[in-house]
């Protein structure tokens, strides 16, 4: 593999989903500059949910690519869904199982082989800083999400980054304007200037260049920790995944939260709840709901999709041995307290502000406004059309 490679990157996507719709513009734009029009995006079945809501917002047409039985793409669908209207398709590695790939330099040449781009969904980089680099395993435009593994704080709404970097053969599309260095006038050291005229750019995506304070952040903590500090984040991150992967394994956890896809995982890894439900009555939302009660943060519910009552279980490299332990322990005594006891659990958490909320509710009619009680009187005419329902 070559270890040096051109790159071209823009700051602009806000987002990793930003990241992704800026991708799929500019794989179109590559494939219309060759007269070429394309339908399809191609998306494994444990791809994250905001892939294929991307590639319908990008115009194209989803298609699901299975999953082998190591947890890897299907190599035999991925070749019979392979053929000249597939614009691209989108891969996370490690994927969303926590699975690297090893296949990929082969996915690689099926999709380039028809003609298709490679685009790797780099939003959670945690496993790979400093050990594998996306232009290497053949990609052509990579999102990473500086709220994932750059120290920016993820949720709450923002801001976070997602910006994007491609190879040369995507590089004429870029969001303009492109941050370039010139000669200077005086002759003292190249400056920076912002260059507009890019005719085949696909145009702006932001005010700006992005959330710059993200930035500022993400490349504070770059320099901080170095190449091999970042290197070792992720070897860190890894080893914890698979102490606390084995811990969970043992007897009294692993017959009812059985690994989904049982090999050595890289930054995370899922277990079925199906155990658990079949055999003590309670789901993995009971599980993750009592947890609370025990101080701990539950993991990722319900995704990804394709294992059943899944738990994605991703400790980073910041979680010492002993918290580790600890959080193995406290599953154990959810589990025990369900074989004596379900109803415990089903009616979790007993010890927050709030208890079960309106999820659904929440997603689909947020209230993104805090109001004081005397505000509710009806009538009032600020409420008038304010939606409400959910959660705060
Ligand atoms: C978080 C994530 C995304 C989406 O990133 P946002 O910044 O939430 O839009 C996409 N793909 C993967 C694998 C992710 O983990």
């Not at 994927?95 to 690689?108: M, R």
């Not at 101080?295 to 002993?322: C, G």
């Amino acid at each position: 593999m070559p270890r040096s490679r051109a790159c071209h990157v823009s700051l602009q996507p806000s987002a990793g989903s930003h990241g992704e719709l800026a991708g799929l513009l500019l794989t179109r734009a590559y494939h219309e500059d060759r007269g070429d029009r394309r339908t399809k995006v191609l998306t494994p079945d444990t791809a994250h949910g905001t892939n294929p809501a991307t590639v319908r917002m990008a115009g194209y047409e989803v298609v699901k690519v299975g999953t082998a039985p190591d947890g890897g793409v299907d190599l035999d669908d991925l070749r019979a869904k392979a053929d000249d209207q597939v614009a691209c398709l989108m891969l996370t590695n490690p994927n969303t199982l926590g699975l690297f790939d090893s296949n990929i330099e082969e996915i690689a040449e099926v999709v380039h082989g028809v003609g298709g781009t490679l685009y790797y969904d780099g939003a959670n980089l945690n496993a790979v800083m400093g050990i594998s680099r996306p232009g290497d395993m053949g990609f052509d435009i990579v999102h990473f999400n500086l709220h994932k593994s750059f120290t920016q704080p993820h949720g709450g709404g923002g801001p976070g980054a997602g910006p994007i970097a491609v190879s040369e053969r995507i590089e004429p599309y870029l969001p303009r304007p492109q941050v370039v260095e010139r000669p200077s006038h005086n002759g003292e050291g190249p400056v920076y200037d912002l260059d507009h005229e890019r005719p085949k750019s696909i145009g702006r995506l932001r005010g700006f260049q992005g959330n710059f304070g993200v930035f500022v952040r993400a490349y504070a903590y770059i320099c901080s920790l170095g190449g091999d500090g970042l290197r070792e984040a992720s070897e860190t991150a890894v080893l914890n995944a698979n102490y606390l992967r084995a811990l969970l394994a043992e007897e009294g956890i692993g017959e009812y939260l059985p690994i989904g896809f049982d090999r050595i995982c890289m930054h995370e890894f899922v277990l079925s709840g199906r155990g658990a439900k079949r055999e003590l009555g309670i789901k993995t939302t009971d599980i993750a709901k009592r947890l609370l009660d025990h101080r701990v943060h539950p993991p990722t519910v319900y995704f990804p999709l394709l294992v059943d009552e899944a738990l994605l279980i991703e400790p980073t490299e910041t979680e010492t041995k002993e918290r580790l332990d600890d959080f193995a322990r406290v599953v154990r005594e959810v589990l025990e307290e369900a074989r004596r006891d379900p109803e415990i659990a089903r009616g979790a958490p007993y010890s927050t502000p709030v208890r079960r909320l309106d999820e659904v509710g929440a997603a689909k009619r947020p209230v993104v406004r805090q109001r004081p009680p005397d505000a509710e009187a009806p009538g009032d005419p600020e409420r008038a059309g304010q939606v409400t329902g959910g959660a705060l």
